[in-house]
């Protein structure tokens, strides 16, 4: 069964930095699956906020570019997500993802990130 494990959310300031970690798996050509990042506010859906395709081609939301990063490993099953600039409406339920295709997406359990002053 898939799993995806996500890691190193938790409570930082304004302006602080979190580097959140996933791990995949029991998930078969992870190297050629789309993997990236959602989140949840409180009363809100859910956003994509990053991705990166198989192929190396990066996605980012409007409200992360230029303070988000995604990246993977591709021997290790990680993909890892760099937030820096941190804003507090950043606060959010943090989710990654692993998709082989538009209909086969698998989501982790998410991780909580507060920021407030």
């Known amino acids: 069964q898939v799993q995806l494990v996500e890691s190193g959310g938790g409570s930082v300031q304004p302006g602080g930095s979190l580097r959140l970690s996933c791990v995949v798996s029991?998930?078969?050509?992870?190297?050629?699956?789309?993997v990236g990042w959602g989140r949840r506010a409180p009363g809100r859906q859910r956003e994509l906020v990053a991705a990166?395709?198989?192929?190396?081609?990066?996605d980012y939301a409007n409200s992360v570019k230029g303070r988000f990063t995604v990246s993977r490993d591709n021997a290790q099953n990680t993909v890892w997500l760099q937030m820096n600039s941190l804003k507090t409406e950043d606060s959010a339920e943090f989710y990654c993802?692993?998709?082989?295709?538009?209909?086969?997406?698998?989501w982790g359990q998410g991780i909580k990130v507060a920021i407030s002053s």
């Open positions: 990166i395709t198989g192929g190396g081609r990066f």
């Open positions: 029991e998930y078969n050509f992870f190297n050629i699956a789309t």
């Open positions: 993802y692993v998709a082989s295709s538009t209909s086969d997406v698998r």
